[in-house]
């Protein structure tokens, strides 16, 4: 059974129709073409589909598109300005915080959540911040480190 | 797979009566996207997140009454179940990551029924019910019954599950959520232990005692037995071995990819040790002696 979903995703409203067994995810990437969202476990547990749902973070993968209906959704394409990297994007590259990149627009997401809700986080803000996002090449330090940086230039 | 979004209640239990064992009925889906991918698409989905009045924490005397639709992070960030229900904010804090404490629901963590479901041993020691809607009427049903199996419970495929009740803990409880996990977050307990103590007005010895038990039986369980042990009694260094001891009995662990159950059993034995001996100090300031 198909259904109409109309949402709102960085800041512009969108309707589009989907099955309604979809996730999220696959409605992001394979209907709207968001491809900066990732898909990884696709279970919920990796982080790599983080985006932005009405103010929270949330796993995409495991969110109905349904739920979408009359949501504001961020997703990694929302927080540049033009060629202007959001601080949080920046502060990523600064530090050296990315190396293959796959888990990069989950935790990115993650911090701007983050950050919107403190401005100065506590490492232990931090650690449950992005407590539910994997990355398997930087050992962390160095994510820890932009999310530090970041906080101090927003 | 048909889809539906009920707007109130008795609209839900016609569609779970209409489309019987087909039926599935989701609120965040975090577990039930998860089967919708990987085991079974349901011939019918139910959304129960538009239906109103399901979200609300709301004090009722000396309890807390928590919709079936508040989520995790909402019970983790509420100040009431910080403060009067120490033991379930212990265990939401505790509960995966935040990306899925944002989305998954009480409710949908409750009528899952797994044996290692983070606030279901913190519900069993609070002695909370389960408030479940019938189309033949609402039945309100104690959480020491309501688990009958891995995935089953009194909710059944007819039920929707509305509301939980939640009575605060008499004065002077002390209350503690052990999870033993390999990973900080996102990991399912091995061992989950839940122990609510009550010291009586003198501060020696137990007036109450209890201990929930996750992920070592069929079903998340009270150590029924080991509480009639302590019971009135002062917590000596002999009586809390032999009651982390009766622990282990009581619970029926398996072995799976997480652990063995003859680790289980160990675990079970430390972390109801370690909640009696934490809470009694906390309860009475003394250590057990």
Known sequence: ?154 | MDYFEPKTVSEALSLLAKHGAEAKVIAGGTDVMVDIKYKEEPGCLINIKKIPGLGAIQENGASLRIGTLITIRELETNKLVREKLAVLWEASHQFASLQIRNTATIGGNICRASPSGETLTPLLVLDAKAKIAFSDGEKTEPFASFFQGPGKCSVGSKGLLTEIDVPYPAAGSKSVYLKHAVRGAMDIAMVGVAVLITPDAAKNSLQDVRIGLGAVAPTPLRASKTEALLRGKPLTVALLKEAAAMAASESSPISDQRSSAEYRSWIVEALTRRGLEQTWKAATGKEVA
């Open chain 1, 1 to 154: 059974m198909s259904i109409t979903i109309n949402t709102t995703i960085n800041g512009k409203t969108v309707s589009a129709s989907a099955e309604a067994s979809t996730s999220l995810l696959e409605f992001l990437r394979d209907t709207l073409e968001f491809k900066g969202t990732k898909l990884c476990c696709n279970t919920g547990e990796c982080g790599a589909c983080t985006v932005i749902y009405n103010g929270k973070p949330i796993n995409s993968c495991v969110t109905l598109a349904a739920d979408a209906n009359g949501a504001e959704i961020t997703t990694i394409e929302g927080l540049a300005d033009g060629d202007k990297l959001h601080p949080v994007q920046q502060a990523f590259i600064d530090t050296g915080a990315v190396q293959c990149g796959y888990c990069t627009p989950g935790y990115i997401m993650s911090v701007k959540a983050l950050l919107d809700r403190t401005k100065k986080p506590t490492q232990s803000d931090i650690e449950e911040a992005v407590s539910g996002n994997i990355c398997r090449c930087t050992g962390y330090a160095k994510i820890v480190d932009a999310i530090q940086l970041a906080a101090q230039k927003l």
